[in-house]
């Protein structure tokens, strides 16, 4: 088959190749459906694009592939960078076959077409066009026979509507240095404006927004692992885009290790965003016949920030892979016990968090040998003998007694200079120049890229789980790669350390394929699409303050769904910020995701158990709606008020959040939207969390008669139960269709700050409206 066009589309997009002429794919759009094409539609749609020829350019105009090249003229960033002694820096490749399959590949590193699908010519048949109209896989085989170097590139557009691609480049000839190998993906003229993300420890995924001038706005990641401070997912949009409008382009590289992404704007006004991974200098030279192959980049389109979360979060949900069971209620005892394990205290912690309805147990760091604080023992993987004397089996079977699951922390990749595995094997230390890296966290990284290395840890790790019953892994990894290098020559190793850590997960998943991971790394700081399809959740910050996790929540399911993410309830004074808040605060922010308990339960009053236990309740009833359902996120009516929602597939019923969190300087603040209903059905709307321990909220008059909504006296000890915060007792609510909610809206509250109201939204039938009509206050 012979053809000029391929147009993939999917999940309300489209993506069309131009494969002319035995050149690179280039993309003509990629952005809102086109609808169906004819053959002279898309070629229209390729040369209605050719820009005119600007003066002092090269004399034919510039085509922008996927992969970038140098030799058509173009002055940005290259595609690849490398030589071979000087020479073979800038190929020409030329298309020497395409292929084109439906369906979605399986696994994390697949989506080839090369060994399926049907055959394509590249050009040879002007005007013939082929579409994929469920999404699909489109690769694309070049050589330059001059370089002696070939090139793959994979195309996959999912049935949601998420863009992903890469390439594999093979060395032909003599040996070959790579510097790099980045992908990039076009941007209309009307993308001006960039979003991502910046951060540090216990402060992940801080929102940074600027304009896209001339120039490259790059963003690396040198860290050796994702980073706290890593730009996540960059986006360019329209100018003042928000969650609900505002056509936006996002590209994210799916690696855990040195990564870079970057948007680019040249002065004859072509606009691309990319990336890939970042090498380090002679980290990878390819022999003769050796392969290198980029991460993903995917590439999620939407009109407005919501539309492409939903996307995303779509595209992970249709994995085969994610997590289908319910997600359960963790207890992580990290911020009960720390480094001081008694079998007495652990047994009565978990027995406390089986009454509430804990439902998974995890013992965090400090149960192997020497681990009696955080300067020795990483790296000695057997249970300690002096503290656990008959194992971990008496606390294990109690937890599993209890109706618990257990799960266990491991930090595989790191090692103590005190430790009888550094001891024994200081040169599987990362190192490089003859010295150790400077510290960090009192530790070093254990170099997995050495076969025997890789293998001690394996084996530790499978005799742990084959000797236990272990349902959950929190797999931790607590320092930056710095001079990570491999002894005794130095050469650079982050790259072999991030595809040995990947091989390590998928072998334990194969062997152990019922064991969740947990991607812990110093908190947030391996939060990727890479590290995700080999784990269950992320931990999204050490940091549990509800002041801030609102916040690291809010902007980490840009990338990720709710499910994925690790949210606990903390103690009353968070150990990170040492601010105080309220438990409704702190459980009303978990709610959001994969809901924890991050707390000393034995220090917990009666009171604050009970509403714990109710919340728990309230969650488990819910998180079919929160862990399936899409998101949607309020543009600000005011600063201070944070407002997020989760709505059913069907539109039958929602949940939104209504979190205060600080003091405007109006009040009160109008009238609120909520987005996402249908707008041609009658929804109930009832006020859930009215329960304010200091007294003194002011409602307006259609929360009337919610349980809670009237001042009153707290409790003994400041705590309102939430029998009479969760559950609406006398109020009928209001009745509004799904258009006036999101056009029209209600009258927020008047709230103290730190305070987040639940207001549930369910569809009725016309008759159960008109049998509660509304009361004129």
């Known amino acids: 088959m012979s053809v000029e066009t391929i147009h993939l589309t999917a999940g309300g997009v489209s993506v069309l190749l131009d494969v002319r002429g035995g050149l690179l794919p280039s993309i003509a759009h990629w952005g809102a459906a086109l609808g169906d094409l004819s053959a002279e539609d898309a070629r229209a749609i390729v040369l209605a694009g050719v820009p005119p020829q600007a ?84 690769t694309v085989t070049a050589r330059d026979d001059i370089a002696e170097l070939e090139l793959v590139l994979d195309l996959h557009l999912s049935p949601a509507g998420a863009l992903r691609t890469a390439a594999t480049i093979t060395n032909l000839g003599a040996p070959y240095r790579l510097d790099e190998l980045s992908l990039a993906l076009p941007l209309p003229a009307r993308a001006r404006e960039t979003l991502d993300f910046a951060g540090r420890w216990g402060k992940e995924r801080t929102p940074q927004r600027g304009e896209l001038r001339v120039g490259t706005h790059l963003r690396e990641g040198r860290r050796g692992r994702t980073g706290a401070d890593a730009a996540t997912l ?75 979360a939903q996307r995303l979060h779509r595209h992970l949900r249709s994995r085969p892979q994610h997590p289908r069971r319910p997600r359960p ?24 968090a089986a009454a509430i309805g804990v439902e998974r147990y995890v013992l965090d760091d400090g149960w192997f040998r020497h681990r009696r604080d955080d300067h020795a023992g990483l790296g000695d993987w057997y249970v300690d003998e002096t503290v656990w004397p008959d194992g971990l089996t008496p606390l294990i079977e109690r937890v599993r007694g209890l109706g618990m699951e257990f799960g266990l922390w491991f930090e595989p990749e790191m090692v103590n200079l005190d430790s009888d595995l550094a001891r024994a094997h200081p040169e599987w230390i990362m190192q490089t120049g003859g010295r150790l890296p400077v510290e960090s966290r009192h530790q070093q990284v254990l170099n997995l890229g050495i076969p025997a290395a890789y293998a001690y840890i394996r084996d530790r790790m499978v005799d742990i789980l084959e000797s236990n019953d272990i349902a959950y892994i929190k797999w931790d990894q607590n320092r930056d790669l710095v001079d990570a290098g491999t002894a005794p020559g130095g050469e650079p190793g982050v790259h072999a350390q991030t595809l040995a850590t990947y091989r390590l997960m998928d072998e334990l998943k194969q062997r152990f394929p019922d064991v969740e991971i947990e991607s812990c790394s110093s908190g947030g700081a391996r939060v990727d699409l890479g590290v995700i399809e080999r784990t269950d959740r992320v931990w999204v910050s050490d940091c549990i303050d509800p002041l801030e996790r609102q916040e690291m929540h809010r902007w980490t399911q840009q990338l990720l769904p709710p499910e994925l993410l690790g949210a606990h309830i903390a103690s009353g004074r968070s150990h990170t910020t040492h601010r105080e808040h309220d438990l409704a605060f702190r459980a009303a922010t978990a709610l959001v995701g994969h809901l924890g308990i991050e707390w000393d339960l034995a220090r917990a009053s009666e009171d604050e158990l009970t509403s714990l236990a109710e919340w728990i309740a309230f969650y488990r009833e819910h ?13 600000d009516v005011d600063p201070t008020l944070w407002i997020s ?82 559950g609406p007792t006398e109020v009928e609510g209001v009745v509004l ?36 009509p509304p009361a004129w206050p």
């Open 623 to 635: 998180r079919d709606l929160l862990h399936g359902g899409d998101l949607v996120r309020m543009d």
């Open 55 to 138: 003066g002092n350019t090269v004399d034919e105009p510039i085509r922008v592939a996927i992969l970038p090249e140098q030799r058509t003229g173009w002055l940005g960033r290259p595609g690849l960078s490398g030589s071979r002694d000087g020479q073979a820096w800038s190929p020409w490749f030329r298309a020497v076959s395409v292929r084109a399959s439906e369906g979605v590949p399986s696994g994390p590193d697949s989506g080839s077409a090369a060994d399926s699908g049907t055959d394509v010519v590249p050009g040879t048949s002007p005007g013939a066009h082929l579409t994929l109209p469920e999404g699909g896989t489109v």
């Open 234 to 308: 960059l986006t360019v949009g329209e100018p003042g885009f928000g969650f609900a409008r505002g056509e936006v382009w996002g590209v994210h590289v799916g690696f855990s290790g040195n990564h870079r992404h970057y948007a680019e704007r040249l002065s004859t006004g072509e606009q691309v965003a990319g990336g890939g991974e970042l090498l380090l200098p002679g980290e990878l030279t390819l022999g003769p016949g050796e392969s290198y192959r980029t991460p993903w980049l995917f590439g999620v389109y939407g009109d407005g920030l919501d539309d492409q």
């Open 329 to 352: 209620v963790t207890l992580n005892v990290w911020e009960a016990v720390y480094f001081d394990h008694d079998l007495d205290r652990l047994v009565d912690l978990a027995e406390r």
């Open 737 to 772: 269709s799904g258009r006036a909610l999101a056009t029209a809206g209600l009258a927020a509250p008047l709230s103290y700050p730190d305070r987040v109201w639940l207001v549930e939204v369910r569809s009725v039938t016309p008759e159960a409206a008109r049998d509660t």
């Open 645 to 726: 929602g989760v709505v059913a597939p069907d539109r039958s019923r929602a949940l939104y959040s209504l979190a205060f969190l600080g003091r405007s300087a109006e009040g009160p603040l109008g009238r609120i939207t909520l987005r996402g209903l249908d707008p041609d059905r009658r929804y109930r709307v009832l006020p859930l969390a009215l329960g304010d321990p200091a007294g003194g909220y002011r409602v307006p008059p259609w929360f009337a008669g919610a349980a809670g909504a009237s001042s009153g006296p707290a409790g003994t000890d400041g705590v309102t139960p939430l029998s009479r915060s969760l």
